[in-house]
């Protein structure tokens, strides 16, 4: 069985974000949506949260488990019995860091691989980042966020 790790920090999870798991659920037998710990970002939403949120909008994709983890992704791969990670692709930017990432984890665990999935055009502009910015001008985000979680994202925007 061929599993693969899409990991991320999912604050929330958006279309885009969407998009990349469908896809990767059609290539593989098991996907496993991991929500990590970005130590350099201040969360709109706790861990627990954000798995909720993913669940919520992934109950239609029977191969596909969300989990969370605080250890090295390289790690966490080795433990899961996964040989991929999955990343999302939107800009040649996104690629440099991304790029010397896949080569970290490599290097940690050799058996593991990085797949780059480029983000399909309607999606190429979009991050959690941006999302979480036009929540605070009360813009329609039916075209960013899936819709299943717009009604938490903006009790959470209106009470920060």
């Known amino acids: 069985m061929k599993i693969a790790i899409y990991p991320g920090s999912f604050d929330p999870i958006t279309s885009g974000h969407l998009n990349i ?8 037998d098991k996907l496993i949506v991991c929500v990590m710990v970005n130590c350099a970002k201040s969360p709109l939403f706790t861990r627990d949260e954000r798995v909720e949120l993913i669940r919520r909008v992934i109950g239609d994709l029977p191969n596909v488990e969300v989990d969370s983890s605080d250890e090295l992704l390289a790690e966490y791969a080795k433990r899961k019995g996964s040989c991929v990670i999955v990343k999302g692709l939107r800009a040649g930017s996104d690629f440099e860091n991304e790029f010397q990432m896949a080569l970290i984890n490599h290097k940690i665990n050799p058996s593991l691989d990085t ?3 480029t983000a399909e055009h309607q999606y190429m502009y979009l991050s959690s980042s941006t999302v979480k910015e036009l929540g605070n001008y009360n813009v329609d985000l039916s075209d960013f966020l899936p819709e299943q979680i717009i009604p938490d994202f903006k009790q959470r925007i209106t009470s920060k």
């Open 21 to 28: 798991i469908r896809r990767a659920a059609n290539i593989f």
């Open 115 to 117: 797949m780059f999935l």
